[in-house]
């Protein structure tokens, strides 16, 4: 799964914005940034809300998206992902219910 870095490449290739101006941009390494869209590497939350703005996409939709990858890399070879997945929706609910 690598929702967020599928988007981010999609966003930046309808803009036409070569790797190496985006990565200006973050202030950061284009061979990083390349692995990022690729899904082999993570981008920083503070990184988040820079690109939002630049493709002018809902922060709260691409945090999600930038945490469901974490949490997908964390646990998508555990044979009990769904199940632990399932118990941590449940606090979360509860969670935000208080």
Do not use: P
């Not at 914005?17 to 390494?29: C, F, K, T, V």
């Amino acid at each position: 799964m690598n929702k967020f870095g599928d988007l981010i490449r999609s966003k930046r290739e309808e803009q036409e914005m070569l790797l190496r101006h985006l990565s200006a941009q973050l202030d950061m390494d284009t061979a990083m940034l390349s692995k990022i869209e690729r899904g082999e590497k993570t981008v920083k939350r503070e990184h988040i809300e820079t690109l939002a703005k630049l493709f002018k996409l809902d922060c709260n939709y691409l945090f999600s998206l930038w945490l469901a990858d974490q949490v997908f890399q964390l646990v998508e070879n555990e044979k009990q992902a769904l199940q632990a997945l399932k118990i941590a929706e449940k606090e979360l609910k509860i969670n935000n219910e208080t």
